[in-house]
């Protein structure tokens, strides 16, 4: 029985302002009711214009993503970073992601393949399902009248072949050119491009020149004609070794005729390659530069430059600068530039550190497969991952990855068509650890597990951050 004070105060009050709310008695319910009060939630997508990739793991929401449509609203720059171990799925998503932007009329795709087996390039397959027939450049085929591609192609400005050619020979030599040499490669290229005109100029005719400078290139200078050929001489031999050397008929000759420019997926087959040795940022240099002036033009076309075993360019400064220079035709020309890498380590700390951080920084979307724990970490640490995404890493499974896009941060799975199973899944694949040896059933239990442990850890991940949060 209530208190009779108690009861004339709520009275009194009541009659001044107005009825006081009741007090509502407790509910009882049980954990699976409750959930209906706290909907589910999920990070926002990516838009509903692109390719499909695959679908969100937490959500289930389809994942699509086109860096050509979010460029200039959800992205300042189109170039994407893709990272992982072998294995993993970085080869899958790569040929299914060109695969579904070919669909698309105004789409061009340029690949530098540099893996392979078999005697041909891991992009094969898909080339000739296209009708495709790859530039394979390989020293022993380019004798018998292979693959060239000439450095003093009228088709780049006077000013690109002398970039270029001070290129390859800084990569060959590991250093900068002085200014005499330098000096020494501008005249000979000078006079070989105003003096032959009833041909493609060739390499050939360059070491002449710097063997055998003429007398009006001292004269330009009021320098003795010895020290011309002097300061020419170690310029000569690196020079020499693409007449006459282990590259030999690659870039010795005028450019083969035939190479179709306009096709929609065009594949540089660099398997035969020594992916170890100097031959292939000298390869990356040379084709680079080749594409930015014969490729690359403004007709409206989106075009994706993508490049398998992409630490080749960054870890060489002079080449790394060379593509610094390419990315930059992505805001201008519609260029989205797609790099592979297996760790961030690998361009991080090499030679060419700051080339390498200039170009991570230009790529506003990174998508890391399954790594070691110290390699996520770091790998977190220079990106700037959340910690629940650094935390994730290590435990994913193949196919499933984390995107990082400007920011916008989800785990993401990869889904592959029938269709496209066979040309993706490619024996060497299969070697690595991929998915497509594994049965139906085993697939999605894999997929399940890594899904639900994922979530666990993202829940307490969390759920730490609202309680330091609270401490706070």
Known sequence: MRDPL???????????????????????????????????????????SGVIIGREVYSGKGY??????????????????????????????????????????????????????????????????????????????????????????????????????????????????????????????????????????????????????????????????????????????????????????????PTTIGIDLDAPLIVFDLSHIDRNSIAMPILMAIVGVWLEHTWIRPDRKKRIFLVEEAWHIINSPFVAQLFQRLLKFGRRLGLSFVAVVHHLSDVVDGAAAKEAAAILK????????????????????????????????????????????NGNVQVVKHLITEAERPLVFTDRAMTEGSTSDMLPEDVRAAELEAEQRAARIEHQQRLNESSESTVA
């Open 64 to 253: 699509i993503y086109d860096p050509f449509q979010l460029y200039g609203q959800q992205l300042p720059a189109p170039h994407w970073l893709v990272l992982g171990e072998s294995g993993n799925g970085k080869s899958a998503l790569e040929k299914t992601y060109v695969l579904r932007q070919l669909r698309f009329r105004d789409r061009q795709v340029v690949v530098l393949d540099a893996q392979g087996e078999d005697g041909v390039g891991e992009w094969n397959l898909i080339a000739e399902e296209l009708g495709i027939t790859p530039i394979r450049l390989d020293p022993a085929a380019a004798l018998n009248d292979g693959i060239r591609l000439n450095p003093l192609d009228p088709s780049i400005t006077t000013t690109g072949q002398l970039a270029l050619l001070r290129t390859i020979i800084e990569v060959a030599m590991g250093h900068g050119l002085d200014e005499r040499s330098g000096f020494a490669l501008k005249v000979a290229h000078a006079y070989v491009t105003n003096t032959i005109v009833d041909r493609q100029p060739v390499l050939m005719d360059i070491v002449e020149q710097l063997r055998h400078p003429k007398p009006e290139s001292a004269e330009a200078m009021n320098v003795d004609i010895d020290d011309v050929r002097a300061w020419g001489l170690d310029v000569a031999l690196v020079l020499d070794r693409l007449v006459d050397g282990d590259l030999r008929g690659m870039f010795d000759g």
């Open 362 to 405: 230009m790529a506003s979307t990174r998508t890391i497969y399954a790594q070691k724990a110290d390699e996520a970490r770091a790998t977190g640490k220079v990106i700037g991952l959340p910690r629940w995404a650094v935390e994730i890493i290590p435990t994913l499974t193949p196919g499933i990855a984390v995107w990082d896009v």
């Open 6 to 48: 108690s009861a004339l105060s709520d009275a009194f009050t009541g009659f001044l302002f107005g009825s006081v709310e009741t007090t509502r008695l407790p509910v009882r319910t049980s954990t699976g009711q409750a959930q209906a009060v706290y909907l589910p939630t999920a990070a926002p997508g990516l838009g509903d």
